[in-house]
Every structure is written in structure tokens, then in C-alpha cells.
């Protein structure tokens, strides 16, 4: 199976916390490179995360950096994206993504889910 499974999306108030997942059912993409992208209204998609198959590496947008943290452990079926101090800036459909190779800062992603909706009010 080749499918992304994004979830834990929500509608919070800014400096709230949310964590959401990617589920990867079929373990088709261990090995992979994880990513995280988000499309704001009116906006191109956007890098936020990504992270190496073993989850040792990672790599962050400068406009999340020190407030998201991507995560994943080698074997398992679920990467994650843990979310601080939100604000209405970040309020955007957000995407999980796969791509095969191990430079972080490649953005060619070939896998996609189809979104969850993060919404911060002021």
C-alpha cells in the first residue's frame, strides 16, 4: 500500500499546541524521507519539516524553527509534527509528504496526503 494519512488537525487559539500525525499503514515508505508542507489561503504550499528514514535528521523552514518539531522512529508506521506557540500565521491546510533519498534540503516529494486543516484564532 502507498498511502499517506494525515490527522490531528484543529482549530486552537494562538500560543496553543497541537500534534499531528502521519500514519503510513502500509510501512510503504520506510526508508523514506518524511516531509511536512503547508498551503495557507491565497498561498503557494509551503516547507515546513522533513526528517530521515531513521529520524536522526532533520530539517526546518526558518519560520517555524524553534517552535515545530518533526520526529520519527526507525520500524514505526507514524511520523509527527509537534506544534508550539501557534499563531494565526500558521493557520494553513498542512500535508504530509514522502520522497526517496536522504538530502533533506531536496523538497521533490513524490507522495502525498491529502491534508488536515490547522486553524489558530487570535
Known amino acids: 500500500q502507498e498511502q499517506l494519512d494525515e490527522s490531528g488537525g484543529g482549530l486552537v487559539q494562538a500560543g496553543d499546541s497541537l500534534r499531528l500525525s502521519c500514519n503510513d499503514p502500509g510501512r510503504a515508505f520506510s526508508g523514506w524521507t518524511m516531509g511536512w508542507f503547508r498551503q495557507a489561503p491565497g498561498k503557494e504550499r509551503e516547507f515546513v519539516a522533513a526528517v530521515g528514514y531513521a529520524g536522526d535528521e532533520t530539517y526546518y523552514a526558518d519560520s517555524v524553527k524553534g517552535r515545530f518539531t518533526i520526529s520519527r522512529e526507525y520500524g514505526e508506521n507514524t511520523a509527527y509534527l509537534q506544534m508550539n506557540s501557534l499563531t494565526p500565521e500558521d493557520t494553513a491546510v498542512y500535508y504530509c509528504?514522502?520522497?526517496?533519498?536522504?538530502?533533506?534540503?531536496?523538497?521533490?516529494?513524490?507522495?502525498w496526503g491529502q491534508g488536515t486543516q490547522v486553524t489558530v484564532s487570535s
Open positions: 509528504a514522502a520522497k526517496i533519498g536522504m538530502q533533506l534540503t531536496n523538497l521533490r516529494y513524490t507522495h
